[in-house]
């Protein structure tokens, strides 16, 4: 199990943004995992985990594709998601 770089996050958050999903609804942790994963957790937040078993250049191409694919909060509709100030 690997440590992200910060470019390799950096590269990541790139790609979400160029999909259109807000920031805060994106959960990258720091370590990778064998096949690493995409999942939309039930508040609707995407947690991607990066592979540690692939080069990350083409990790990076498959996620590309595997978002393009999913259902995944956009920009607007993440506004509804966060919370802003006391609850």
């Known amino acids: 199990m690997a440590a992200l770089r910060p470019e ?20 990258i942790p720091l370590s990778t995992e064998d096949e690493g994963s995409v999942t939309i957790l039930a508040d609707r937040r995407v947690r991607i985990v990066v592979s540690s078993n692939r080069p990350f250049g083409d990790w990076l191409t498959e996620l590309r594709a595997l978002l393009a694919k ?18």
Do not use: F, W, Y
């Open 8 to 27: 390799q996050i950096l590269k990541i958050l790139e790609l979400t943004d160029s999909s259109n999903m807000h920031r805060e609804t994106i959960l």
């Open 70 to 87: 999913m259902n995944l909060p956009t920009t607007h509709e993440a506004n509804s998601l966060i919370r802003v100030g006391p609850t």
